[in-house]
């Protein structure tokens, strides 16, 4: 059995926790619960930990500074004791400042890798940069990706990889297999962080279409980010807001919460990988209408397991909302999909597919 293996491993992961609780932070802090309900020693290397003093955070040159040196001494003290390491990695400035450094480390140590990448921006920030990014990739022992995305972007440049699944706790995201809809004053929620490659725009003039034909109908938006200001005002402008709540940054338990008084969640990614929250969505018995970017098309079907319309076209996104509300053999459709979607990211699922990539690693 390739799980047998990781009691035999002691894994470095590198990556991002809560708080803020984004979806990379998340999926690290259950990848790390997982692996060590597995048998397998996990030494942590935080990338965004804490500013100390915490005044230093104001202090724009400073503030990298003195997280990149506690960092790199962390990277250097328990890759040493490691036999493999696991790098979580994302676009842009992420990569160059965290993610190559780990994998070069590891490198240099003679430790081998498994770089779990999972930018949502990869093909664009590969464009960009691949001519400084391919010699880290080529330093890794293996490449795993969350999505067939991923694995299509990998694969244009010459990279194999192979694909596990983002980790999806269904203790806490329950399927309500009889759950009860709002059909008068539909709850429709989204849960992305409020930046601009989200769409949140979309959403709320998406929701003011619908609204003529459900005036009870209210939104939740939970998330928080740079774009909250101009969302407000935004709201202001359509005269939305008594129907309408920002909650703020939520955690999975609140998260999960929120699914359960929801009637429908609503997605309007420009830019997107293999989200979370769709996934955590079909978990817990609540349909999803969104936009039909990046590896979304590869998560769920369209006209099965969701409805999928192209992105920053709020009209057809609420044609698409509607035909979910007013149609209960639709809604209960997707909802039954939907689960068989959610079930292929059950966490012991995920943990035989992560103990398979590190036998052939170590095997190597």
């Given amino acids: 059995m390739p799980k047998d293996i990781l009691k035999t491993l002691s894994i470095a992961v590198v990556g991002p926790l809560p708080p803020p609780a984004g979806g990379m932070a998340n999926q690290a802090q259950q990848l790390v619960a997982l692996l060590q309900s597995g048998g397998a020693q996990v030494n942590f290397v935080r990338v965004n930990s804490p500013y100390k003093p915490a005044c230093i955070e104001k202090v724009k040159g400073l503030r990298a500074l003195f997280r990149l040196i506690p960092y790199f001494w962390q990277l250097i003290l328990q890759i040493r004791r490691s036999d493999l390491v696991h790098v979580l990695a994302n676009s842009g400035w992420s990569w160059h400042l965290f993610a190559a450094p780990a994998v070069w480390v590891a490198w240099l140590l003679r430790k081998p890798v498994v770089l779990n990448y999972r930018g949502g ?128 940054r939520l955690d999975p338990e609140q998260i999960a919460q929120l699914y359960k008084d929801a009637d429908l969640l609503l997605n309007a990614s420009t830019v997107d990988n293999s989200p979370n929250s769709l996934i955590e969505a079909l978990a817990s018995a609540v349909p999803v209408v969104s936009s039909n970017v990046g590896g ?26 509607l035909r979910v509300l007013g149609n209960q053999g639709l809604r209960d459709q997707l909802v039954q999909q939907g689960k068989s979607v959610a079930d292929r990211f059950d966490k012991h699922k995920v943990l035989e597919a992560l103990a398979e990539s590190y036998s052939r690693v170590v095997r190597r």
Avoid at 163 to 189: C, G, S, T, Y
Avoid at 307 to 315: D, I, S
């Fill in 296 to 321: 979304i098309p590869d998560l769920v079907c369209d006209g099965e397991s969701a409805l999928l319309v192209p992105p920053q076209q709020p009209e057809k996104l609420a044609e698409a909302a």
């Fill in 121 to 248: 921006e990869a093909d664009a920030f590969f464009e960009r940069s691949w001519r400084w990014i391919s010699p880290t990739v080529n330093r890794c022992r293996a490449v795993v990706v969350p999505s067939a995305f991923l694995q299509r972007v990998f694969a244009q440049r010459m990279v194999p990889s192979s694909v596990v699944p983002n980790i999806l706790d269904l203790q806490r995201f329950q399927f309500e297999d009889k759950k009860i809809f709002n059909d008068k004053a539909p709850h429709l929620v989204v849960t992305r962080n409020l930046e601009k490659i989200y769409g949140v725009d979309t959403v709320l003039s998406a929701f003011a279409m619908l609204k003529q034909q459900y005036p009870e109908a209210r939104l939740t938006v939970a998330g928080s980010g740079p774009e909250e200001g101009a969302l407000k005002e935004q709201v202001s402008k359509l005269g939305i807001e008594a129907e309408l709540t920002f909650t703020g």
